[in-house]
């Protein structure tokens, strides 16, 4: 009876921290892929003096598998990737549909949670939320990551990454940090600790 209790609140301990481990093993895809848009982003700006929504001009496509969606503009002009494994490339293409092929369940296009930054005084206009805000140079940009990690329907992890620095008032729910540090992912909604 003893060892039952024993595996029992052992049981109870590790389920909820495999559960977060495998949270955040899902989130590094989001990480590295915004990392990777930005750079890429960083170095057209470099070559042509602009930042560019069009993903095809700037290079950037992430891996198939992807469970994240991945937003650069305001008006959405997406790379679908079906059920049936085929991509559907539209021209000048400025976000990136979950890999419905791997994640069938999913929803290919999940609505990012949207946070309203104070972002700094310095380096131009403020980015949009997502894509380009105002004319190079001086121009910022912003992109966000997006997806039911837990798979339950009622929340979307969602990241952002942005040209400004940035503030809330608050922390968002599952992330004590309230700063957005340019270049850096910013998880505005974590799926796993929130609902």
Do not use: H
């Amino acid at each position: 009876m003893i060892v039952v209790a024993i595996i029992g609140i052992l049981a109870a301990i590790a389920i909820p921290n495999f559960i977060k481990f495998q949270a955040r093993a899902k989130q590094a895809e989001a990480k590295s892929n915004l990392r990777t848009w930005f750079t890429a982003q960083r170095s057209y700006m470099n070559e042509k003096g602009l930042y560019s929504e069009d993903l095809s001009a700037t290079g950037y496509k992430p891996e198939r598998g992807n469970r994240y969606a991945y937003y650069f503009a305001q008006a959405q002009n997406c790379e679908e990737r079906k059920q049936d494994g085929t991509v559907s490339i539209p021209d000048g293409p400025n976000c990136v549909t979950v890999d419905m092929g791997k994640f069938k369940a999913a929803s290919d296009k999940p609505t990012a949670k949207l946070v309203t930054f104070v972002w700094s005084t310095r380096d131009g206009e403020d980015p949009k939320s997502p894509g380009i805000s105002g004319p190079c140079p001086g121009c910022n940009i912003n992109g966000f990551a997006a997806s039911d990690i837990d798979n339950e329907g009622t929340g979307i992890d969602t990241w952002t990454i942005a040209t400004k620095d940035a503030q809330l008032t608050a922390a968002p729910c599952g992330n004590d940090e309230v700063t957005s540090v340019a270049g850096v992912p910013f998880n505005v909604f974590n799926d796993v600790d929130c609902d």
